[in-house]
Structures are given as structure tokens and as C-alpha cells.
């Protein structure tokens, strides 16, 4: 199903950030908060997917703004862009129950995958780096 339309601000600026903002290239897009000791765990998971050149969305989910640019400045940003779902709102139409969670979606951004839990090296592995690089794939030919 396709990625939910969104108008939410941007963690980091408040710049408005939309679905569209999430087209052209295939991303993980993962839902964290800075209360969620799981999302803490696989935070270094991230660090090192991005490291290596995985696009990587935020929703921060149900979070104060303040709160969650001071963990991303503790424990490093590995998001391309981060969305501001203060509210929950994007995570209600996403069909979240809680943190974290991680979508695949396409470059037209089609959900190709839903990953409930954390990302530790196994499931990226077993899950996730396959599908991921089906869709690079797909996109350079």
C-alpha cells in the first residue's frame, strides 16, 4: 500500500516535510522515540546502515521535539530527514502500535515491507538488506 499523505514538521527545523519529500529512492522508514529503550538498542544498527549508504527516514513518534533533537545530537542522526509526529498522527494512518517499527518502501513510495521490532545485525541480514537491495536494483536499471 502506499506510504500515507503526511504535512508534518521536520525534527530538526521545523521545515514542512510531506510524502513527497520520501520519493525517488527506496528508504527504510523507521518510527522511534526517545522513551522507547528498544528504539535505543538498534540505534547503533541504524548509525552503521547509514554509514553505509542506506537512506533512512524518521518518524519520531509521540515525542517532545526538544527532547528528541537532544538524543539525536547524544546518539548520533542517521536520518536523511526526520519527521516531527508529535501527535501520532502519521503513525495512526500507518497502522503503528508502538516503537520501533520500520517500513520499506519503494522510490514511488509503495510500502514494500513492515518490520515490527528492533533491527539488530540478523534481522537486517535475514529481513531486510535482500529486499532493500532488489529495490536499488530496480531503480538503476
Given at each position: 500500500?502506499?506510504?500515507?499523505?503526511?504535512?508534518?514538521?521536520?525534527?530538526?527545523?521545523?521545515?514542512?516535510?510531506?510524502?513527497?519529500?520520501?520519493?525517488?529512492?527506496?528508504?527504510?522508514?523507521?518510527?522511534?522515540?526517545?522513551?522507547?529503550?528498544?528504539?535505543?538498542?538498534?540505534?547503533?544498527?541504524?548509525?552503521?546502515?547509514?554509514?553505509?549508504?542506506?537512506?533512512?527516514?524518521?518518524?519520531n513518534?509521540?515525542?517532545?521535539n526538544?527532547?528528541?533533537?537532544?538524543?539525536?545530537?547524544?546518539?548520533?542522526?542517521?536520518?536523511?530527514?526526520?519527521?516531527?509526529?508529535?501527535?501520532?498522527?502519521?503513525?495512526?494512518?500507518?497502522?503503528?502500535?508502538?516503537?520501533?517499527e520500520?517500513?520499506?518502501?519503494?522510490?514511488?513510495?509503495?510500502?514494500?515491507?513492515?518490520?515490527?521490532?528492533?533491527?539488530?545485525?540478523?534481522?537486517?541480514?535475514?529481513?531486510?538488506?535482500?529486499?532493500?537491495?532488489?529495490?536499488?536494483?530496480?531503480?538503476?536499471?
Amino acid at each position: 500500500k502506499p506510504f500515507p499523505e503526511f504535512s508534518l514538521p521536520a525534527v530538526q527545523d521545523g521545515k514542512p516535510l510531506t510524502r513527497a519529500d520520501l520519493l525517488g529512492k527506496p528508504a527504510l522508514v523507521n518510527v522511534w522515540g526517545t522513551w522507547c529503550v528498544a528504539c535505543r538498542v538498534e540505534h547503533p544498527v541504524l548509525t552503521k546502515l547509514a554509514q553505509q549508504g542506506v537512506v533512512i527516514y524518521g518518524v519520531n513518534y509521540k515525542d517532545v521535539n526538544v527532547e528528541a533533537q537532544k538524543w539525536l545530537k547524544d546518539f548520533h542522526d542517521p536520518y536523511q530527514l526526520n519527521i516531527n509526529d508529535e501527535a501520532g498522527s502519521l503513525g495512526l494512518n500507518l497502522g503503528v502500535y508502538g516503537a520501533p517499527e520500520t517500513f520499506l518502501i519503494d522510490a514511488k513510495g509503495v510500502i514494500r515491507y513492515k518490520h515490527v521490532g528492533v533491527i539488530d545485525e540478523t534481522v537486517w541480514r535475514e529481513k531486510l538488506a535482500g529486499q532493500y537491495q532488489a529495490l536499488v536494483d530496480e531503480g538503476s536499471e
